[in-house]
């Protein structure tokens, strides 16, 4: 079976956080958690129910990572897959959308570090 990623994904430690989708004027925040996260995107947990015609959509993920109170990452991307999970939740993998090379550099440190905050 050929590898089909087109960067390793580092598996976080579960950090918690909101999202909403962008482009739809009657989303509200909802609650979810990242699972990974690669230098291209992140797989996501989003948990309730999965917005109708998900992908294709940009969302945006809030997360206060728990080192302290001065470490928020704010995530950008479009969703490019969604599925629901056969125990419960939802499973998204959202791609970045216009990264500075500053905030790949900042992706980069995160997945060196093993992404275990």
Request: with cysteine; net charge neutral; proline share 3%.
């Amino acid at each position: 079976m050929a590898l089909r990623r087109r960067a390793p994904r580092v598996i976080t430690t579960g950090w918690l956080g909101t999202y909403i989708v962008e482009d739809d004027p009657r989303a509200g925040w909802g609650d979810c958690r990242v699972l990974d996260l690669s230098i291209i995107g992140v797989g996501l947990e989003l948990f309730g129910a999965l917005p109708d015609g998900l992908i294709g959509h940009r969302i945006v993920v809030q997360i206060s990572v728990s080192v302290g109170t001065s470490v928020s990452l704010r995530l950008v991307g479009e969703v490019r897959n969604a599925t629901q999970r056969p125990q419960g939740g939802n499973r998204v993998g959202m791609e970045f959308v216009d990264l500075s090379e500053t905030e790949r550099a900042i992706i980069g440190v995160v997945e060196k570090m093993g992404a275990t905050w």
